[in-house]
Nanobody, 113 residues
Framework: QVQLVESGGGSVQAGGSLRLSCVSS????????MGWYRQSPGKQRELVATIISSTNYTDAVKGRFTISRDYAKNTVYLQMSNLKPEDTAVYYC?????????WGKGTLVTVSS
């Protein structure tokens, strides 16, 4: 079983920054893929970023968000800068291995104009 715990959400003004953290209960080196989704009431669930051997981002966040890993801390980060109101959402950490998917409980990011 893999447990993922997100943190770092909060309320910021447009143009501000936040760093989300996702701590895995297992070594992230054993996880084939990790990423972040987000969901807000007005939008479909959206894949924000993934990291496998390389990083990938949805167009909406390119140049503003960075996904990274710290193997020693079993943690994946999502550094978000130049936040916009449309970034407001619950952000979920996700991971996969052995054909199974795991999800965190989410952390809320609210960006005010």
């Amino acid at each position: 079983q893999v447990q993922l715990v997100e943190s770092g959400g909060g309320s910021v003004q447009a143009g501000g920054s936040l760093r989300l953290s996702c701590v895995s209960s297992v070594s992230i080196g054993t996880l084939n893929v990790m990423g972040w989704y987000r969901q807000s009431p007005g939008k479909q669930r959206e894949l924000v970023a993934t990291i496998i051997s390389s990083t990938n981002y949805t167009d909406a966040v390119k140049g503003r968000f960075t996904i990274s890993r710290d193997y020693a801390k079993n943690t994946v980060y999502l550094q978000m800068s130049n936040l916009k109101p449309e970034d407001t959402a619950v952000y979920y950490c996700t991971a996969g291995r052995y054909g199974m998917d795991y999800w965190g409980k989410g952390t809320l990011v609210t960006v005010s104009s």
